[in-house]
Structure formats: structure tokens, C-alpha cells
């Protein structure tokens, strides 16, 4: 059997967003029933993969060692709940760098899929903005909304919108684990 995988958005999808950027494991905090959704998904045999835009680093808000304390802490916070995340791809660049990292762009999807030889047309990516959509479709993968975090406004901003959404990350993890 080939590895299953499940790409997850940071800010917004499962941990509390915040306008000011998430810039200390202090600020970190989880989503309800977030560290549930990654066990759930853990327990049905997917690795999960966390894909994030962090402009915070580029605008000196923090450096790549809090990012690192910050995912220790989600990290190990994920385990005490019983789930495992695989690997987290991060873009620390900012809106105006020409990388193609960062999101909406679709190069962290396309260097996981090299890195683990995924297959991104079997791969759900969840994400609560329309930049988290807009990646997974260029990718391949197939995107799903939660209305956590910014996703109710992308909702609003976006009425024509195409794919499964779901109230929370626990509520999507539900609905991935079922189509597998």
C-alpha cells in the first residue's frame, strides 16, 4: 500500500489566526478539536503535512528559530493528542519576493510531491483562505475549505466556489477518513 497524505494549512486551519501573525509558541494556540483532527487522520493511516505561508520571518517579526519553538510546540502538542505530523513545508518569504513558495503559488506542494513521491490528485489540502485553494487546484491536489480562520470571509468573497466545505478541520478530517 502506498502512503496516504493529507496536506493541512497552519493559521487559520489549526491553530488560532491572528492579524499580527502568530510570532511566539506563547501565541500559538489550537484550534478546538484541531489536535483531534490530526489524530483522527493519523488513526486512519495519513501522514499529515502541514503547507504554510510564514511572511513573518521575511518582515523580521520573528526569526526561523521561534517558527521552529513555535512548530516543536504544535508538534508536540499533536502527539499528546495522539496524532503525528510528517513534515511542514513553510515559505518564510514575503508578499512582494519573487519566490514560488508562497502561496498562492504551488511550489511547496510540487517539492512535498517530489520529496515523498506523492501523488497530489489523491491528496486532500485543507486550508481556510482562497490562496490555501487556489495552490492545491494549480498542484493537483483537491482542495477542501474550513470556516475556521479566514474561511467564512473567503466564502463570502468567493460565492462560486467548488469544493467541500466544512465547518472545522475536525469536521473535514471526518469527511476525508470516510472517502478513503
Given amino acids: 500500500m502506498t502512503d496516504r497524505y ?15 501573525f502568530v510570532k511566539s509558541p506563547e501565541e500559538w494556540q489550537p484550534l478546538p478539536g ?3 483532527a490530526i489524530a483522527l487522520l493519523s488513526h486512519h493511516g495519513f501522514k499529515v503535512v502541514v503547507i504554510s505561508n510564514q511572511s513573518g520571518v521575511a ?5 526561523l528559530a521561534t ?3 513555535i512548530h516543536a510546540k504544535m508538534k508536540q502538542l499533536v502527539i499528546d493528542a495522539g496524532g503525528e505530523i510528517e513534515t511542514i513545508y513553510f515559505c518564510p518569504h514575503g508578499p512582494d ?10 511550489g511547496l506542494f510540487r517539492r512535498f510531491a517530489a520529496d515523498y513521491r506523492a501523488d497530489l490528485s489523491k491528496i ?9 485553494l487556489q495552490a492545491a487546484e494549480t498542484a493537483g491536489a483537491k482542495p477542501i475549505l474550513v470556516k475556521t480562520g479566514k474561511g467564512l470571509k473567503t466564502m463570502q468573497d468567493h460565492p462560486e466556489l467548488y469544493c467541500p466545505i466544512f465547518d472545522t478541520l475536525y469536521d473535514a478530517a471526518n469527511f476525508i477518513v470516510t472517502q478513503s
Fill in 124 to 132: 486532500y489540502a485543507v486550508g481556510d483562505s482562497f490562496r490555501d
Fill in 34 to 36: 484541531s489536535l483531534d
Fill in 6 to 20: 493529507v496536506i493541512l494549512d497552519r493559521d487559520g486551519t489549526i491553530n488560532v489566526d491572528s492579524d499580527t
Fill in 67 to 69: 517558527l521552529e519553538a
Fill in 59 to 63: 518582515r523580521g517579526l520573528f526569526d
Fill in 97 to 106: 519576493d519573487a519566490c514560488d513558495c508562497r502561496k498562492p503559488k504551488d
